[in-house]
């Protein structure tokens, strides 16, 4: 059975980039019927955060990425789901390298290390780890151990050995051992490096396929060297495409790679959200809205792009208009907070389908709510430019047409253009100002019977005032 994962560090809220890799693997699991496992690696306490955990668990659900298994959805032989709580499966699995003699304490300092990364950079080599303690007698480490000094653990690779694995997107990878080097899979302090807790979880808790970013390919053949020296099972790894700004750049925040809280903030559908990040980096053939169901069914690793995804906010914009234009009236309503409670009852449905169409965030929906039910209108700067610049005969024409035609915008607009010459934006442009402060907006006969005849002259007669 197909089991994924997503295992995000709580140091910070889920952005865009981790929840891609999130989806994809949800989805993944979901089209093959399997397992979408949620681990939180917890080990970075320095900059660990209860708060983060908690945000990273309510965007989760936010999205609709419900886990099969992980906190709140427990099975007793992969417990527990936080790192931070798993040290004890960690030494234990420590203890057989060094029994095996894959892995060896490394007194090295920092100082020491960096000049050994600039002496090979003079020398045109890659930097890595050049062996120093590798060979150290049992009676030179207990001398080192009783000085009082803190070692590493390093995982001690073999010596010249290509490592061949097939990335899900990516295709066959090869590496040479020789141009890794012995890497730290135990910090100083006793705890477990990324490198060693990840790959060992992912095993253990019978992860079959492990999609994360690209940015950890070269990651990839030091945890598979700890698995095997572990005889323990590997699950395929896939490496997805990394996302990048319009010029080709590592996505900023200002770029788009705010936080999920920040979109939920600001109004965006989840279902938006994921529509758009399904799509980033992967092919559907239908371009329609889908739900999370149809977009697994459609889903196939083979439709994974090797190339950067490229992030367009305009298409984020796209499938932000195409939820808010499937959203039923309660949801409307709810989406727009408390300012729904500007709009009568008997007009709550007109209201709906007359700005839909003119709205993609709540802050929008209230803006016309305020300018369609507010008592008084309150003009922007170019509003009230246009409705300075209006001479006052042309007010005093729109309240006698409106007299006589009522809210027929038809021939409202006709009465005024017929009795003071005047047409296109010289006519419709004032009138649009006068009755909702804006210079664009949904068709004026909707607009004009949300209105009615008496606020209708209200505001012709506030227009009049200046």
Not at 338 to 359: G, R
Request: with cysteine; net charge negative; glycine share 6%.
């Amino acid at each position: 059975m197909t089991k994924t994962r997503f295992c995000p560090s709580p140091t910070g809220y889920i952005h865009l980039g981790n929840a891609r890799t999130a989806l994809f693997n949800h989805l993944l699991a979901a089209h093959d019927k399997g397992i979408f496992l949620f681990r939180i690696e917890d080990t970075d306490r320095a900059r660990f955060q209860q708060e983060y955990v908690d945000g990273l668990i309510e965007d989760m659900h936010w999205l609709g990425l419900q886990w099969g298994e992980g906190p709140g959805c427990e099975v007793a032989e992969h417990t527990p789901y936080f790192q931070s709580q798993r040290q004890a499966i960690y030494d234990k699995y420590y203890e057989i390298l060094i029994a095996k003699n894959h892995a060896y304490p490394c007194f090295c300092t920092e100082q020491q290390l960096a000049y050994a990364r600039k002496a090979q950079q003079r020398a045109g080599e890659p930097p890595r780890y050049p062996g120093t303690c590798a060979s150290l007698s049992p009676q030179e480490i207990e001398k080192k151990l009783a000085q009082g000094l803190k070692p590493t653990l390093r995982f001690r690779l073999p010596r010249n050995q290509p490592i061949i694995f097939d990335d899900l997107v990516k295709g066959r990878q090869i590496f040479n051992s020789d141009d890794i080097g012995d890497f730290i899979i135990r910090r100083a302090d006793g705890t477990a490096s990324f490198m060693y807790c990840n790959a060992l979880d992912d095993s253990l808790m019978g992860v079959t396929h492990a999609m994360r970013g690209e940015d950890h390919l070269t990651n990839t053949p030091r945890q598979l060297m700890i698995l095997k020296a572990l005889d323990l099972p590997c699950p395929q790894y896939g490496h997805i495409s990394l996302i990048i700004s319009a010029t080709a750049e590592k996505l900023s925040k200002r770029e788009g790679s705010g936080s999920i809280r920040e979109l939920r903030g600001q109004g965006y559908f989840s279902l938006a959200v994921v529509n758009y990040l399904a799509r980033l980096g992967h092919y559907y053939e239908s371009s329609s809205y889908m739900s999370l169901e149809e977009l697994a069914a459609q889903f196939s690793t083979e439709n994974l792009s090797k190339a950067p995804a490229r992030f367009d906010e305009s298409q984020l914009f796209y499938w932000q208009k195409e939820a808010v234009a499937r959203a039923d009236s309660e949801t409307f309503l709810q989406w727009m907070g408390e300012s729904a409670q500007l709009i009568p009852d008997v007009l709550q449905e007109s209201f709906i389908a007359t700005i839909k169409p003119n709205v993609m965030l709540p802050t929008e929906a209230t803006l016309w709510a305020q300018a369609l039910f507010s008592e008084e209108l309150v003009y922007g700067h170019d509003a009230y430019e246009v409705i300075k610049h209006t001479p006052g005969l042309f007010w005093s024409t729109a309240i006698e047409a409106i007299k006589s035609h009522g809210t027929d915008f038809k021939a409202i607009s006709e009465h005024i253009k017929n009795e003071l010459n005047v047409k296109g934006k010289h006519l419709f442009l004032p009138l649009r100002t006068a009755f909702t402060g804006q210079l664009h907006g949904p068709e004026m006969q909707l607009i004009v019977d949300l209105l009615g005849k008496e606020r209708l002259f209200d505001r012709l007669r506030q227009a009049a005032k200046g």
